[in-house]
């Protein structure tokens, strides 16, 4: 019998943490706080969070192979050198579009990073819809748009035979599965229930599972993309669940952001721990 184990790892507050990465060499993990224009670092051995400002909100962080980091921030995909805390900007994208921003991204098994966007709202729950899309920056710094007419750019993952590309625009609440050369024949492979709330951030675990960050459904869902059937959840002592990506020595603890912001005085003096970034250890499939 598995026992699942959550701990607060990372004690400081995100406005909203997203995007956590495993950097290996390091031995930390990446994540951005999106409202508070940071890209974070969290030392496992240290236990040390240390953070670079920029100078618009950042969706997503990923690994470059020679150090530093590609981000996407604001409606531009640019390289974040660590040591320097300087950024240097690729491409500009989406000129046209002012009210839109850079969601959630990540490196596909050839090394390209994928980032989409998503138009922010204008007052509380009101938003422009259909404003998103989905890119491809490729290592020769050129950019392709892969879908357009996304509401809000959320998830995104490979199968562990590469040729499944998964992702999730919050809004449909469900996580599509696309062929991963040509992007074709949509499919819902998985639609959300009332309780689990919207889907955000995404991860894939060694067996080929999805896993699934909840926001306002306080969980991590994991889903058997062959089946479109959730096998496991998760629950988390904070509401506002964000995305997790896997870690540590053997990539066998899960890290889960999460975030503060959207929650009034009341929820948050009943979610002390809203914010902070959770490791969840026990998975049967890890033994």
Same mark, same amino acid.
């Given at each position: ?17 997203? =995007?956590?990465? %495993? ?5 930390? /993990? ?11 670092? %969290?030392? !496992? ?5 240390? !953070? ?20 996407? /921030?604001?409606?531009? *995909?640019?390289?974040?050198? %660590? ?29 390209? *990073? *994928?980032?989409?966007? +998503? ?17 491809? /920056? ?21 199968? /562990?035979?590469?040729?499944? #590309? *998964? ?30 709330? +919207? ?11 999805? %896993? ?30 964000? !995305?997790? =990506? ?36 026990? #998975?049967?499939?890890?033994?």
């Amino acid at each position: 019998m598995c026992s699942i184990k959550i701990e607060s790892v990372v004690k400081e507050k995100n406005r909203m943490g997203e =995007c956590p990465v %495993w950097e290996e060499r390091e031995n930390a /993990l990446v994540y951005v706080d999106i409202n508070s224009q940071k890209v974070c670092r %969290w030392n !496992s051995v240290t236990n040390e969070v240390h !953070s670079v400002s920029v100078d618009a909100r950042v969706g997503s962080v990923a690994l470059r192979k020679c150090g530093g980091y590609v981000i996407a /921030l604001g409606t531009r *995909f640019a390289f974040l050198n %660590w040591d320097m805390e300087s950024v240097t900007t690729i491409a500009e994208l989406e000129q046209d579009k002012p009210n839109n921003r850079f969601n959630d991204g990540k490196v596909d098994p050839k090394g390209r *990073f *994928f980032a989409g966007t +998503m138009a922010e709202e204008t007052e509380p729950g009101v938003r422009a819809r259909r404003q998103g899309a989905l890119y491809t /920056l490729f290592p020769d710094y050129s950019v392709v748009k892969q879908l357009d007419q996304v509401d809000i750019s959320n998830g995104l993952d490979w199968s /562990l035979d590469h040729r499944t #590309f *998964f992702h999730i625009d919050s809004l449909a609440y469900a996580v599509h599965a696309f062929d991963y050369d040509v992007h074709t024949g949509k499919i819902v492979l998985y639609q959300l229930e009332k309780e689990e709330q +919207m889907p955000d951030g995404m991860c894939i675990d060694a067996e080929g599972k999805l %896993w699934v960050a909840c926001i306002d459904g306080g969980r991590v869902i994991r889903i058997d993309p062959e089946t479109g059937k959730r096998i496991q959840t998760v629950k988390l002592p904070a509401s506002r669940i964000t !995305s997790c =990506c896997f870690g540590g020595k053997d990539y066998s603890e899960m890290y889960v952001t999460s975030a503060y912001d959207g929650l009034d005085k009341a929820a948050l003096a009943k979610e002390p721990r809203a914010g902070e970034i959770f490791k969840v250890i026990g #998975f049967c499939f890890f033994q």
